[in-house]
């Protein structure tokens, strides 16, 4: 039964892990390459780093508790 259980384990970790790299790349990489390559046509302003910072954040924090669930595998 513990290896049905770390599988699992295992499967949700690398399922947080993914959505921390989406969150990463569609929330904070993608306007930050739009910013720096000018493909806005909005100016950048305060909200715009706000929210790129806020992305980093949230992806650092799943990827995190993803660590700490792998952290909990029965041996």
């Known amino acids: ?35 720096y390559y000018g493909l806005y046509s909005l100016r950048p302003d305060g909200s715009a780093a706000i929210a790129i910072g806020y992305s980093f954040a949230v992806s650092g924090a799943l990827h995190a508790y993803a660590r700490d669930i792998l952290g909990s595998l029965q041996t």
Do not use: K
Not at 2 to 30: C, H, K, P, Y
């Open 1 to 35: 039964m513990d290896e049905i259980f770390n599988e699992r384990l295992r499967s949700t970790s690398a399922w947080l892990n993914q959505l921390a790299t989406a969150v990463m790349v569609v929330g904070a990489l993608t306007p930050a390459a739009g910013l």
